[in-house]
């Protein structure tokens, strides 16, 4: 994999913030085992393979990789603390996306 598509990337994660909201409000179900793994998406696969590889000297590298892992941690945590009746620390945890 050395090409990818940040636009597409880009409009994935958005499209996971909108399935956030959504459940959030109760018109979405979505289990802890719907979450990809940081490593696994098309992005972090990217990142572990060809991009860390082939530009690991640019210091945005080592920034995104950092906040994509982030996004991924916030997301378990909404679905988690959501799932687990904490609606109110869910909605907390959204805010950081």
Known sequence: MEEIN????????????????????????????????YRNCCLGRWIYSYGFNKYSSISYMKELEEVHRNLHDVVRRVIQLKNSGNKAFAEAEMKKL
Not at 13 to 32: A, Q, T
């Open 6 to 37: 940040f636009k597409e990337e880009i409009t994935n994660h958005i499209i996971w913030n909108v399935r956030l909201r959504c459940f959030l409000d109760g018109g979405e179900c979505i289990s802890e085992d719907k979450i990809v793994s």
